[in-house]
Antibody, heavy 119, light 109 residues
Framework: QVQLVESGGGVVQPGRSLRLSCAAS????????VHWVRQAPGKGLEWLTD????????HYADSVKGRFTISRDNSKNTLYLQMNSLRVEDTAVYYC????????????WGRGTLVTVAS | QTVVTQEPSLTVSPGGTVTLTCASS?????????PNWFQQKPGQAPRALIY???NKHSWTPARFSGSLLGDKAALTLSGVQPEDEAEYYC?????????FGGGTKLTVL
């Protein structure tokens, strides 16, 4: 079954760190770019970052540049998002999504994991 | 900071046709922005509909189509069904980074 499953969400205090994971299955993970997208409660989608298939090229939205780091382990079919210096406004559902094979968009999405930043 | 703008809300009757648009603060949307469209229903993850302006995924219903309309990207729904009521988001590419539009809430009434 082709799917992405996020994990690692939870409640964390402002200023602390959290690492999210996204486990891929049912397809050749190492052939695809992958993305992180988040959605604050009641708000729209926000693209955060992506990483190309071999992990050498990464892009970030300005809102998370310098605080969040994307990485992947193709041997484990897993994508990661390291989130540091978390803020209350980082509270959101975090989705991982697969890039299309021609790097022309996103196709497959996970169900998301909720991160709540609160004291 | 690049802003992508969509209509906040639209209403369409069942069986009707509606066009949602997606504009860029940097100027005309082109095929080089690889416009994507997604559908999201309450409590669900987004579902991809269109990529690279007009390409459908294998699961995209035939009544959905994407295009460039003037200086915007567009998503047209023809023969709207009640189950098409949802939030729709466009996504544009800017030389590495991607930016979502604010979303259009489509009501089928």
């Amino acid at each position: 079954q082709v799917q992405l499953v996020e994990s690692g969400g939870g409640v964390v205090q402002p200023g602390r760190s959290l690492r999210l994971s996204c486990a891929a299955s049912g397809f050749t993970f190492s052939s695809y770019s992958v993305h992180w997208v988040r959605q604050a409660p009641g708000k729209g989608l926000e693209w955060l970052t992506d990483i190309l298939n071999d992990g050498r090229i990464k892009h970030y939205a300005d809102s998370v540049k310098g605080r969040f780091t994307i990485s992947r382990d193709n041997s484990k079919n897993t994508l990661y998002l390291q989130m540091n210096s978390l803020r209350v406004e980082d509270t959101a559902v975090y989705y991982c999504a697969r890039g299309t094979i021609a790097i022309a968009g996103l196709d497959l999405w996970g169900r998301g994991t909720l991160v709540t930043v609160a004291s | 900071q690049t802003v992508v703008t969509q209509e906040p809300s639209l209403t369409v009757s069942p069986g009707g046709t509606v066009t949602l648009t997606c504009a860029s603060s940097t100027g005309a949307v082109t095929s080089g922005n690889y416009p994507n469209w997604f559908q999201q229903k309450p409590g669900q993850a987004p579902r991809a509909l269109i990529y690279s302006t007009s390409n459908k995924h294998s699961w995209t219903p035939a009544r959905f189509s994407g295009s460039l309309l003037g200086d915007k990207a567009a998503l047209t729904l023809s023969g709207v069904q009640p189950e098409d009521e949802a939030e729709y988001y466009c996504l544009l590419h800017y030389g590495g980074a991607w930016v979502f539009g604010g979303g259009t809430k489509l009501t089928v009434l």
